[in-house]
């Protein structure tokens, strides 16, 4: 039997070319650990694609074999599971010690592109760090970090991914007992500005020069050769996050707990766990349970980034100036080139929205134009965009049909139209253009809530899979996906989303 067992497991524990540089370069920013045994695991989801963009097989891990390692049952060979540390700002209040409460990065590998990626198993029971946390995943909020992470993805928007997704056959206990589930997370790394924060509250400077270090190699090596390496990692940094932010706000997502450890120094979107898109457009729009205050708002993002990426700045002091009076001009001057860093990813994601190759000074106020008539016409933000690339096609009716104010959009009509002339593209170029940017489907709140409640409440995967399916296409419009287009049903009763945890 146990030789049996061993050729089973063989091929699989060697799959995982792991190569792993956190565990041998940051010590101190991370203790080993191991996940707790799962009783009777079974596989729910597993993303065949991105094992084969990892390097791995997917028909060998699609298995029992597979199941072990997801769940957390079998260390595969060359993995060093750990718990990484990190202090986080938590709607803008410090908490120095938090880091991995219920997760484990088993360890790195190098993809077929050449670029190194975590893989992290999230729900696999307690660490160091859960403090009263029971260190497990509810099946709910591990499918729906799937869900929209993969649809993000096909978005073409950073993020982590998801690899596999599993039930522990034990349940967990929030406010109901609920099934437990662990989520298999791919990342670029985790990496986060609470990171850099939990080496920095603990004054050790020669720490955070080391995590400096690391994620200068690991993410963005030419600014190692910059005449000051540490700025210009900042300033990097501040580049992927004010362009990530950007592309949230043109694609009407709202991360829902924007704090300093969900900010990650890859540029990814990390941790979908109160997380929406919005519907009808509504720049103030809170969908968190736990945001009273409606500090991380839609329209508040670019600025709370602003503030996380202070925070980051506050930890390199000490390395881009001997002179700490030089250090943090040098750093606020950066600070303040990023609203208009953002400003201008944002122009440029909604210039191609609309359907513009080309710049004019008064593209700005066109498209804040459009916005007040969405948000006066009350109209559903992802399909007034899709269905705009329909008036270059010669029917007005189904975009203005969307606003109730359709007036309002018939004369911003005419202005854009004027505008497009100038670029002197023909008309269907402009419409395909506009469809490859616009999306027609986005995850929904209220199918992504029907497809959790089929299989966390009927084991019913297949809604699941369905939506997965029509997200990983979200610009081919296909006739009998109606359904998943539509916002839904209007109701008095205010969507919100609950943490994941
Ligand atoms: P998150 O909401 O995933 O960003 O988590 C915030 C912090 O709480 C992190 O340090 C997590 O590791 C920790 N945490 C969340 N859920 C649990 C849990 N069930 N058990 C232990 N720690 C948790
Ligand atoms: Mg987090």
Known sequence: MVRSTETMDAPIRRHFNFDNSFAHSLEGFFTFCQAEPAVAPKMLQFNHALAEELGLDPVALDSDAGLAIFSGNTAPEGSEPLAQAYAEHQFGGFSPQLGDGRALLLGEVIDTQQRRRDIQLKGSGRTPFSRGGD?????????????????????????????????????????TRLPGAILTRVAASHIRVGTFQYGATRGDVEKVRKLADYAIARHYPDTAEAENPYLAFFAAVADAQAALVARWMNIGFIHGVMNTDNTTISGETIDYGPCAFMDRYAPGMVFSSI??????????????????????????????????????????????????????HWLAGMRAKIGLS????????????LLSVIEEGHADFTLVFRRLSQVLRGDN??????FKKPDAFDVWAQRWQKRLEQDGVARETSAQAMDRVNPIYIPRNHKVEEALAAAVDQEDMMPFSKLLAVLSHPFDEVAGNEAYSEPAPVTNIPYQTFCGT
Not at 358 to 369: A, G, V, Y
């Open 135 to 175: 260190g497990k995943a509810a099946l709910g909020p591990v499918l729906r970090e799937y869900l929209i992470g993969e649809g993000m993805h096909a978005l073409g928007i950073p993020t982590t991914r998801a690899l596999a997704a599993v039930t522990t056959g034990k349940d967990v206990y929030r406010e």
């Open 291 to 344: 945001d009273q205050h409606g500090r991380y708002a839609y329209a508040n993002q670019p600025e709370i980034l602003i503030w996380n990426l202070a925070r980051l700045a506050e930890t390199l002091i000490p390395f881009v100036d001997p002179k700490q009076d030089r250090a943090i001009e040098l750093l606020t001057e950066t600070i303040e080139c990023i609203q208009p860093l953002y400003e201008s």
């Open 358 to 369: 080309t710049e004019d000074p008064h593209d700005l106020k066109l498209i804040n134009d």
């Open 397 to 402: 009716d189904t975009v203005r049909n969307l």
